[in-house]
């Protein structure tokens, strides 16, 4: 299982400004190879290399920093490509996608450069790296980042990292390669129900009450409208210093609400089931005061936080279908619109049975997760003949 770890880069005043220049140059190296494929229409890696590599030679940068710079651009135009497929950018014939197709791609100055072992060198013992820039190979750039992290460092890191800048800080994004634990029998499922009002609820009563967190994304919100209005130098430098903020405290918590899940189904021997909620944003057609908070929502991260959490500890997760869960009674099956009351309040109107809604949901999707599982296992092979 590959997973990324991020180590913040601590480097003088001689290697950051050799550093920032290698980001805008291999950047502004791309943006040319980016007009090339897109003026040429190369469709392949290697026929967009024989346009473009020896010029990228004759402008400073290093046989392996030319050939990255060349894949990521080419990488680049593969991930449009498969958006434009998808319809993630609109129709054909859409303005947003006239748009896209019209221009080549560009990349921002500080755009992430991937780096192979080639062009960086780790001493773990020391913190350090040795990187290639384009005034030569730096070395003894300190490096800081937990003491859980180093020792993923050391003991799974494998394949290309990456150098970004971001608010004037460098960090290296390394892929590690970590094994997956060995997949245990689930003695039953626990469903878990993702909201707004509640980020998370599980079937055995676990409830991540969203309050907090949308009280926290209201105050963000006041605070930076409050600020652009004043656009001062002192606003703006604010602004600056709490870019982020939001995004890195909502991380936190889908973190810590994902190893609380995945820590209770490893004690209890059970698998975790989660709602298919691929497409919700285009599915679901809501009233403007809701929008933003809907938008906000992290529910993909924290889906995927579960699963990847989920894979290192062995323990298995499937996905449901959520269609109707919140409608239906997790005792007596019937499904009523009715059913659902409020928010909060489920009451079904055949057996009686009030519950909190969201609880109820837990349960329906920790039933159909462990159909989902015994589907899986049984065979479909035919009887062989006798």
């Known amino acids: 299982m590959k997973i990324v770890v991020q180590v913040k880069l601590v480097p003088d005043a001689t290697q950051a400004s050799a550093l920032e220049s290698t980001l805008h140059t291999v950047n502004q190296a791309a943006n040319w190879v980016s007009t090339v494929a897109f003026e040429h229409s190369v469709p392949r890696e290697y026929e967009l290399r024989k346009h473009t590599y020896t010029e990228l030679k004759s402008q400073g940068l290093g046989a392996q920093a030319a050939q990255h710079v060349i894949k990521k651009v080419r990488d680049a135009y593969t991930t449009l490509k498969a958006n434009i497929k998808a319809g993630n950018l609109g129709k054909e014939g859409s303005k947003r996608r006239r748009k896209v197709e019209s221009a080549p791609i ?15 060198s780790w001493q773990y ?30 003991s799974h890191r494998q ?10 800080v460098f960090y290296l994004i390394a892929t590690c390669d970590v094994p997956e634990a060995e997949q245990y029998e689930p003695d039953g499922f626990i469903g878990v129900d993702l909201g707004i009002v509640n980020i998370a609820t599980s079937s055995t009563g676990y409830r991540a009450a969203g309050r907090g ?38 991380t936190n918590q889908n973190h810590i609400i994902a190893k609380t899940i ?11 089931a989660l709602e298919e909620l691929k497409g919700i944003r285009q599915r679901v057609r809501l009233r403007k005061p809701q929008r933003v908070a ?3 929502w992290a529910f993909a991260q924290l889906g995927d936080f579960i699963v990847y959490k989920a894979r290192r500890a062995g323990v298995p997760v499937v996905f449901v279908d959520p269609a109707g869960t919140s409608q239906q009674c997790c005792e007596c099956g019937h499904i009523e619109r009715k059913n659902r009351v409020s928010q909060a309040l489920f009451t079904c109107r055949s057996c009686g049975v009030v519950a909190h809604a969201d609880r109820n949901a837990s349960c329906n999707i920790a039933h159909r997760g462990m159909i989902v599982w015994n589907a899986g296992r049984e065979s479909r092979a035919s009887e062989p003949a006798a």
């Open 213 to 250: 967190l949308n009280r926290h994304r209201r105050r963000q919100r006041e605070l930076r409208r409050t600020l652009q209005a004043k656009n001062t130098k002192s606003a703006k430098r604010l602004l600056k210093k709490r870019n982020r903020r939001e995004q890195r405290h909502a």
């Open 106 to 120: 560009r990349f921002r100055s500080n755009a992430a450069q991937p780096y192979d072992d080639r062009c960086l």
């Open 294 to 296: 809907f938008h906000s």
């Open 262 to 272: 995945v820590t209770e189904a490893e004690r209890t021997s059970s698998g975790i």
């Open 125 to 154: 013992d020391a913190q350090t790296v040795s990187i290639w820039t384009t005034h030569g190979r730096i070395k003894n750039v300190r490096f800081a980042c937990s003491a859980d992290a180093l020792k993923i460092l050391r």
């Open 159 to 168: 394949g290309e990292s990456d150098l970004i800048r971001r608010d004037g």
